[in-house]
């Protein structure tokens, strides 16, 4: 019914509010002059390139020119005792004739753009930052005014500033070219951390923070968003996702559930508008992801995303996209910046892409949908002590890119015997339309055993997010059709005050290991966000056709379940497989392909199969008249390295 009401409101009934007339702006036009200045290639986070060196007519002739295996590894062979994670999440910059990454250890490193060699080296284990037990990020961020220049990381729980040609600390920045990120954060913090790459807009430096998922008590540390003078370092302003008495907002927080709840914090990457000095923030889940009977409300501004000045912090718009979160489906990627024209109308968009499968779009000056955005009822929960929101924001164009809920038309059904056992499953849960609650396990091993959620924990969209054509104004968006059992349980009063927590979430084993639900299991849409039509999907990977109890089909590919990112160039698409040792990854889930898509059609034009499989973005650069693509690899049993292609 819900998707019935969907496609009976996909006419446009008009854009709400005004729109300034779209211009040509620096930060949404895509990487400039054959560098990669942010983590998206401009601070509107488009992934996207307008070189055109490689193309479809010579793609096929690319090949590996080098490789740089992480520096951590340099710090683990002199002391033993450190540890990292061996998935490179990391994407480099590109500035003048170097790279500039992060690593898992909060080191950083300058690479040379054209051999690969290292360098120097930011040594964050001999600060005493990391104390050997660091934690990967994404990537950092690069200032300039023109005459000055900076590199700015997280690291550990310093927020660094480096000269870009030495790696030096500069030591004017905070406390001898570091600030402690523990600070500000209140007195419930008991470490900070933070694994997404740092914004700049205009003179301020932008951070999130990142929070348990599974926290054992209702008080927790609320998800502070803080802005630092690039040049020194001074705390600007912090914004509160969980507003305190007086602030907008704090009535959706009920009981004074405000005063201990915490989380909503931004813990995935973030966009900029630098000619609006706007700063998008996509927030998540609060305390906790399943549970909130200690948090009755909507609990704004958790789950919206929100718009703040970048120079004062101060909240321009924000829209909520889940009330009262109980599925974990925190906006887990940085928004996309487009201009685009609909109906006639130029609009300065901003566009977010979400687990839940939804593609909202919004006038990024206003806050105005483009399209409306309808809320419907959804599923009641039966949890004693939970009130879940009677309705939920269902955008009503364009159309979800994810398949959503679970009923038995959903299940794999290549085979009779596959559906009769996919059927049986399903039968042991409780299952439904998106937004069905989490349930109580039974204790009764033969009653249902929790909620299947789909789409899962990672989605849908996930913080490999989405690329968008400035030119053409397509969204490509990547994506994993793979259902979660969502359980609650009663924890343990010593060890507890809540009254639920999760127990443990798993991905919802198939007949015979194959996926419960129908393929693709991993998918790429294209969507025209001028009309809002889907232009074509198409699977992303092979997946287990060669699996027993498929034999003799002759099946297409079935996509594979990964968390990979999207790179646009003039002509291509490139996008992995995602590493299978990402953090919650269901069974047979990514792949070493590495490939390029025609962008017009979703046809794959060249593939290569790496060592391991991405776990970092992509990103492209001119050097010595040559353009190059990089992309982070790595797995639980490979060294973390980047990989650098171009043409011989």
Not at 10 to 25: H, K, Q, R, T
Not at 160 to 174: C, I, M, N, Q, S
Not at 263 to 288: F, H, I, K, Q, R
Not at 549 to 565: E, F, I, K, M, N
Request: proline fraction near 8%; hydrophobic fraction near 40%.
């Amino acid at each position: 019914m819900v998707r019935q009401l969907l496609r009976r409101s996909i006419l446009w009934m008009g854009v709400l509010g005004l729109a300034l007339p779209a211009s040509p702006v620096f930060g949404q036009q895509g990487a400039q002059n054959g560098e990669w200045r942010s983590y998206g290639g401009d601070a509107g986070s488009t992934k996207y390139s307008s070189l055109d060196v490689i193309d479809e007519t010579n793609v096929q002739d690319l090949e590996v020119v080098w490789r740089w295996q992480t520096v951590d590894y340099e710090r683990q062979a002199e002391d033993p005792d450190v540890r990292f994670n061996s998935l490179l999440l990391a994407t480099p910059l590109k500035v003048g004739d170097a790279l500039f990454t992060s690593t898992n250890l909060g080191q950083a490193a300058a690479i040379d753009a054209v051999t690969g060699e290292t360098l120097w080296v930011y040594n964050s284990v001999a600060e005493g930052t990391s104390a050997g037990r660091g934690r990967g990020t994404r990537g950092l961020a690069y200032w300039t005014d023109g005459s000055d220049e900076r590199l700015l990381t997280v690291s550990g729980e310093h927020l660094v500033a480096l000269g870009t040609r030495t790696g030096e600390l500069y030591p004017e920045f905070g406390e001898n070219g570091k600030v402690d990120l523990r600070q500000d954060m209140g007195p419930r913090l008991q470490r900070y951390s933070w694994n997404a790459a740092p914004l700049v807009c205009g003179d301020v430096v932008v951070v999130g923070a990142a929070m348990s998922d599974s926290p054992t008590r209702q008080e927790a540390t609320p998800g502070y968003v803080r802005g630092y003078d690039v040049m020194t370092g001074e705390l600007r302003w912090r914004f509160n996702p969980v507003p305190q008495p007086g602030e907008a907002g704090n009535e959706t927080w009920e009981d004074g559930s405000w005063q201990y709840s915490g989380n909503a914090n931004v813990w995935s990457l973030m966009s900029a508008d630098e000619e609006l000095g706007y700063v998008y923030l996509p927030v998540s889940t609060p305390t906790n992801d399943w549970y909130g009977g200690h948090r009755l409300g909507d609990n704004l501004f958790a789950e919206s995303l929100v718009a703040l000045e970048c120079a004062t912090g101060e909240r321009v718009w924000h829209y909520q996209m889940i009330h009262h979160g109980l599925w974990d489906y925190d906006n887990p990627a940085a928004p996309n910046l487009v201009d685009i024209t609909v109906d006639g109308r130029p609009i300065r968009a901003v566009v977010q892409v979400t687990k839940q499968g939804f593609t909202y779009v919004f006038d990024r000056v206003t806050g105005e949908p483009v399209w409306p955005i309808v809320e419907l009822p959804v599923p009641p929960s039966l949890v004693p002590g939970e009130r879940a929101s009677p309705t939920q924001p269902f955008p009503t164009w364009p159309l979800p890119f994810e398949r959503q809920g679970i009923t038995a038309n959903d299940l794999i059904d290549f085979t009779p015997e596959l559906r009769a056992e996919a059927i049986e499953i399903l039968g042991g849960y409780v299952f439904g339309p998106i937004f069905t609650p989490p349930s109580v396990r039974s204790e009764d091993p033969d009653d249902t055993q929790g909620t299947i959620q789909l789409p899962g924990w990672v989605g849908g969209a996930d913080w490999n997010g989405a690329a968008i054509d400035p030119e053409t104004q397509i969204l490509y968006v990547p994506s994993v059709t793979a259902p979660i059992v969502v359980s609650l349980v009663a924890p343990n009063p010593d060890a507890s005050d809540f009254n639920y927590v999760r127990g443990a979430p798993r991905s919802v084993q198939g007949p015979r290991g194959l996926p419960l639900v129908k393929p693709p299991w991993g998918r790429i849409t294209a969507i025209d966000l001028n009309s809002g039509e889907h232009l074509w999907m198409v699977p992303n990977g092979e997946g287990p056709r060669d699996h027993e109890a498929l034999q003799g089909l002759d099946l297409p590919r079935l996509g594979a379940p990964g968390r990979p990112a999207p790179l646009l160039t003039k002509t291509l698409l490139f996008i992995g497989e995602g590493s299978p040792s990402m953090l919650a990854m269901p069974r047979l889930a990514g792949g070493n392909m590495f490939r390029a898509y025609d962008k017009d059609t979703g046809e794959v034009l060249w593939e290569t199969e790496l060592q391991a499989g991405t776990a970092g973005a992509p990103m492209t650069y001119m050097a010595d008249g040559k353009q190059y693509i990089v992309v982070g690899i790595g797995e639980a049993n490979r060294p973390a390295e980047f990989i650098a292609l171009s043409l011989p």
